[in-house]
């Protein structure tokens, strides 16, 4: 026999020794009514706790989507806040380009005026004429005068310009009528 069966009991019932060999099953109706009640029942503890679990995989499959719902939202705020930004330095450096330029403008502007004051300058135009043209100042000898009588020589207008004014059909009328009488 086993070695086993010969120890120490706690106890008081005796150990069941399995047997070696498998019972034949009885063909009872009431043995199957009690097995079927037991199954249903253990089906029954089992379904509730399948359902559990499938509601527990469902919070927690929301749980996740929740979770990346707010990821992407997470990013998609930075991604914008990030384009804004860029967006406003590349403005800036616009507009600082555009102040470079105007300033530069402004200074060959004040350049330009300058010049064209010294070009005007009455001591800068006659020495241009004398070395480009080639001018010299009239001499007394090439002074002549002469002597006009002191006859009008304008003529008064003799003939009469007529302005046709735009005129309304009433002063039209008006107009025919009194040149009938």
């Known amino acids: 026999m086993n070695s086993r069966n010969y120890g120490y009991q706690y106890d008081t019932n005796p150990r069941k020794i399995k047997p070696d060999y498998s019972k034949p099953k009885r063909n009872n109706t009431q043995s199957k009514k009690s097995t079927k009640k037991t ?6 503890r089992s379904n509730s706790k399948q359902l559990k679990q499938k509601e527990e995989k469902k919070m ?3 749980a996740k989507f929740s979770i990346f719902v707010k990821c992407i939202l997470l990013f998609a705020i930075l ?7 860029s967006q406003i330095s590349e403005s800036f450096s616009q507009i600082q380009n555009l102040k470079t330029t105007i300033s530069d403008i402004k200074k060959e502007n004040n350049q330009l ?7 005007i300058n009455l001591s ?3 020495e241009q ?5 080639g001018m010299q100042k ?3 000898k090439q002074i002549e005068y002469i002597s006009l009588p002191k006859k009008d020589y304008t003529e008064p ?3 009469e310009v007529i302005i046709d004014d735009e005129k309304s059909i009433i002063d039209i009328i008006i107009e025919k009528i009194t040149n009938l009488f």
Not at 79 to 85: A, E, G, K, P
Not at 113 to 119: D, G, L, M, V, W
């Open 138 to 140: 009239l001499n007394n």
């Open 157 to 159: 207008r003799t003939e």
């Open 124 to 126: 800068n135009i006659e």
């Open 129 to 133: 004429a004398r070395n480009l043209l």
């Open 113 to 119: 005026e300058i010049n064209i004051q010294n070009s």
């Open 39 to 44: 199954v249903s029942k253990g089906k029954a």
């Open 79 to 85: 991604f914008f806040v990030i384009f804004r930004n």
């Open 60 to 62: 927690q499959a929301k």
